[in-house]
Nanobody
Framework: VQLQASGGGLVQPGGSLRLSCVAS????????MGWYRQAPGKQRDLVAT???????NYADSVKGRFTISRDNAKNTLYLQMNSLKPEDTAVYYC?????????????WGQGTQVTVSS
């Protein structure tokens, strides 16, 4: 399975972006999908996840501003980002995880740069 992330760019503080992550195959088989981000010199951190059943989880820093969703028919994961702040600047990666017999198989997209600056 290949994941292709897109939608990043340069935006002013307070602006919005929507990231997309298209999978080469069906995403219905993935137990959890999510977005992570990595700022320069920092570790990769969780932003948001969504389960096959639609349950969501967010990092405290993005709650109320970001919304994760998935469209199984389009094999696409989304991240709607509103009220963006300079500290949201990072490379954003999509992730898909499948749990089989207690073993997790992780798949990563290539990353898309988000820069929030005036």
């Amino acid at each position: 399975v290949q994941l292709q992330a897109s939608g990043g760019g340069l935006v002013q503080p307070g602006g919005s972006l929507r990231l997309s992550c298209v999978a080469s195959g069906s995403i219905f088989s993935f137990d959890v999908m999510g977005w992570y981000r990595q700022a320069p010199g920092k570790q990769r951190d969780l932003v948001a996840t969504i389960t096959r059943g639609g349950s969501t989880n967010y990092a405290d820093s993005v709650k109320g501003r970001f919304t994760i969703s998935r469209d199984n028919a389009k094999n696409t994961l989304y991240l709607q980002m509103n009220s963006l702040k300079p500290e949201d600047t990072a490379v954003y990666y999509c992730n898909a995880a499948r749990y089989i017999n207690g073993v997790v198989n992780n798949y990563w997209g290539q990353g898309t740069q988000v820069t929030v600056s005036s």
